[in-house]
């Protein structure tokens, strides 16, 4: 496991998708990374990186889950 050089409280975000709340915090690597975090109630991309720098999410309260559009009937599925 890479060593992480330091650490930096980055607030709170909001997934876009469903609204659940998250604690921020940024890490620094000696090298760079390239991926992306996703929320873990909806699925919505949260952040994605190519840097030295990278986010983490820790989940502070689950938002609602978007829910499936009605099917109208005569619709093809």
């Known amino acids: 496991m890479v060593k992480v050089w330091g ?4 607030g709170t ?10 604690s921020v915090v940024e890490h620094r690597l000696p090298v ?4 992306s975090a996703n ?7 949260l952040a994605s990186w190519n840097s030295t ?4 999410f820790t989940l502070i309260e689950k938002g609602k889950k978007p ?9 093809d599925a």
């Open 7 to 10: 650490s930096s409280n980055k």
């Open 13 to 22: 975000t909001a997934c876009e998708e469903c609204g659940s709340l998250y």
């Open 32 to 35: 760079r990374d390239k991926d």
């Open 39 to 45: 929320c873990i109630v909806c699925g919505h991309e």
């Open 53 to 56: 720098t990278f986010p983490v």
């Open 67 to 75: 829910q499936a559009p009605d099917r109208q009937e005569g619709q």
